[in-house]
T-cell receptor, first 115, second 113 residues
Framework: DTAVSQTPKYLVTQMGNDKSIKCEQNLGHDTMYWYKQDSKKFLKIMFS???????INETVPNRFSPKSPDKAHLNLHINSLELGDSAVYFCASSSFGHGGKNIQYFGAGTRLSVL | GESVGLHLPTLSVQEGDNSIINCAYS??????FIWYKQESGKGPQFIID?????DKRQGQRVTVLLNKTVKHLSLQIAATQPGDSAVYFCAEEDYNQGGKLIFGQGTELSVKP
């Protein structure tokens, strides 16, 4: 069983389109994250949700909107896609806030290419 | 600004040798540090962690050293194997920032057979 799974793995789309990436974790964690990894492999946090509540919101264009229907899911919707949005997006989850370590477990990534 | 940087972007070692990957961090309030390994086409995978109240922690073939005085972190891999070839990231956490992990730029480790 995959602990953190995200779909799709690849996403190729035209500028201006709207797209969503889905993420699910079966680890029983309360906290989930979205990261963006650029072409130089730099990994930067975008959002974090704890039990469906937004707790980290980095300086991200408001074209990006995370949605957490329940604590096992955190989806990322992107409106009006731009060329600069091309990157690999990673979902992660952890048991942060429960007195344990914040070891974040990552999905395999979604490679988004905006043409 | 916040940053976690690495001294060497690439590292090439001979199979069987020991590898040392270094990392500098800037936030003295960070109290938890993690090393991740990312293989091509995959997500980062947890290797080892260390809290700020420790200066050394050992795992299987890996050791993390923390020097808070100079804000430096290193990952030592013993008897490096071809399967260790990957990009390695250090990450620091500031608990007071909602558990935000700040990742370094990554070091690409290449193991020559």
């Amino acid at each position: 069983d995959t602990a953190v799974s995200q779909t799709p793995k690849y996403l190729v789309t035209q500028m201006g389109n709207d797209k969503s990436i889905k993420c699910e974790q079966n680890l029983g964690h309360d906290t989930m994250y979205w990261y963006k990894q650029d072409s130089k492999k730099f990994l930067k946090i975008m959002f974090s949700y704890n039990n469906k509540e937004l707790i980290i919101n980095e300086t991200v264009p408001n074209r990006f909107s995370p949605k957490s229907p329940d604590k096992a899911h955190l989806n990322l919707h992107i409106n009006s896609l731009e060329l600069g949005d091309s990157a690999v997006y990673f979902c992660a989850s952890s048991s942060f806030g429960h007195g344990g370590k914040n070891i974040q477990y990552f999905g395999a990534g979604t490679r988004l290419s905006v043409l | 600004g916040e940053s976690v940087g690495l001294h060497l972007p690439t590292l090439s070692v001979q199979e069987g040798d020991n590898s040392i990957i270094n990392c500098a961090y800037s936030n003295s309030a960070s109290d938890y540090f993690i090393w991740y390994k990312q293989e091509s086409g995959k997500g980062p995978q947890f290797i080892i962690d260390i809290r700020s109240n420790m200066d050394k922690r050992q795992g299987q073939r890996v050791t993390v050293l923390l020097n808070k005085t100079v804000k430096h972190l290193s990952l030592q891999i013993a008897a490096t194997q071809p399967g260790d070839s990957a990009v390695y990231f250090c990450a620091e956490e500031d608990y007071n920032q909602g558990g935000k992990l700040i990742f370094g730029q990554g070091t690409e480790l290449s193991v020559k057979p």
